[in-house]
């Protein structure tokens, strides 16, 4: 089955940067969309990035275009969000998620999360 597994979060200072992973497993990804997003306390879920598996096309939400980029590693079968000049409102736990119909509407699939915090 699809398993998706992401590791690289951890503590930071506002300005810094860091790297999360998202290992995916369990089928070939061809042609589906693989999206971060992110939940900070007591707010939605929300988009961050995504990126098509085959195609490379990628997108972000507003608040972080220019700051994190999203990529992928077909050998490793991971996918790599970068975050640089982090601040306090990019604090959440980070999600993996996998969408078949490459639409960015059907992510059926989800890992754990990892958490971000950014100090001040």
């Known amino acids: 089955q699809v398993q998706l597994r992401e590791s690289g979060g951890g503590l930071v200072q506002a300005g810094g940067s860091l790297r999360l992973s998202c290992l995916a497993s369990?089928?070939?990804?061809?042609?589906?969309?693989m999206g971060w997003f992110r939940q900070a306390p007591g707010k939605e879920r929300e988009f961050v990035a995504a990126?098509?598996?085959?195609?490379?096309?990628?997108y972000y939400a507003n608040s972080v275009k220019g700051r994190f980029t999203i990529s992928r590693d077909i050998a490793k079968n991971t996918v790599y969000l970068q975050m640089n000049s982090l601040n306090s409102e990019d604090t959440a736990v980070y999600y993996c998620?996998?969408?078949?119909?490459?639409?960015?509407?059907?992510?059926?699939?989800w890992g754990q999360g990892t958490q971000v915090t950014v100090s001040s």
């Open positions: 990126i098509n598996w085959s195609d490379l096309s990628t």
């Open positions: 369990g089928r070939t990804f061809s042609g589906y969309n």
């Open positions: 998620a996998a969408d078949p119909s490459a639409s960015n509407r059907n992510y059926n699939y």
